[in-house]
C-alpha cells in the first residue's frame, strides 16, 4: 500500500513536501536568530545563557535605593548548552510592570511559566546569571552589559526583551 494519499484526485505529496521544507526554514531561521543574538549579547559585553523553565518564577525583596526597593524575581533554567540549573535573578525595577511596595513578580515577569523557553544575556556569578536587564544607555563592560531577557516561542521566534524599562534609570549614575 502506498504511503501517497490524494484528496479529490489530486497527490497531496506537494503539500507534505512544502510543510517539511517550511519546518527546515523555520529552524534554519531560529537558528540563524539565536546566532545573532549571541553576537549582539557578546558585542553587549554579556554573556549568552538558553534553556528552559524549571522552577516558576518567585519574588524576592531587596535593598532601596533612593526609596524604592531594588527587589528581584528568581527562577531556575535549565541549560540547553549544558543541561546545568541555573539561578536567574532578574531585577524587578526593569520590568514594566513594576510598581514600588508591590510585594509580587510584576508583569510581564508574572507569564514565565515552568516549561517555557527563556533567552537571556547578562552577568554570570557562581550558579547563576544576572544582570539579564538594560544597561540604561551607559556603553557596555564587563561588569555592565546591556542584557535582556527574552521568551522564545514554540516556533523558535525571539519575542522582546521584558527587562527593557528605564523609569528608574535615574537610580544609577551613568557613564
Known amino acids: 500500500m502506498s504511503l501517497l494519499k490524494f484528496h ?9 513536501v512544502s510543510s517539511v521544507s517550511l519546518c527546515f526554514v523555520l529552524a534554519l531561521l531560529s537558528t540563524r536568530a539565536l546566532a545573532d543574538d549571541a553576537q549582539q549579547c557578546a558585542a553587549n559585553a554579556g554573556t549568552l545563557l538558553v534553556g528552559q523553565v524549571v522552577s516558576a518564577p518567585t519574588f524576592k525583596h531587596g535593598m532601596f535605593r533612593k526609596g524604592v526597593e531594588l527587589s ?10 549544558d543541561g546545568a540549573d541555573y539561578d536567574v535573578a532578574i531585577d524587578n525595577v ?14 510581564p515577569l508574572n507569564s514565565i511559566a515552568v516549561g517555557d523557553k527563556l533567552e537571556l544575556c547578562g552577568l554570570p556569578f557562581q550558579g547563576g546569571i544576572h544582570w539579564v ?3 540604561c544607555g551607559d556603553t557596555p563592560t564587563a561588569q555592565d552589559p546591556n542584557g535582556w531577557l527574552k521568551e522564545i516561542a514554540a516556533d523558535g521566534t ?3 526583551s521584558f527587562e527593557d524599562s528605564q523609569q528608574y534609570c535615574y537610580l544609577w549614575p551613568h557613564n
Open 72 to 81: 528581584h524575581t528568581h527562577l531556575t533554567l535549565k541549560g540547553d548548552a
Open 133 to 135: 536587564h538594560t544597561n
Open 94 to 107: 526593569f520590568a514594566s510592570g513594576y510598581q514600588q511596595g508591590a510585594a509580587v513578580v510584576p508583569p
Open 158 to 160: 525571539v519575542g522582546p
Open 8 to 16: 479529490e484526485g489530486r497527490s497531496i505529496q506537494r503539500g507534505v
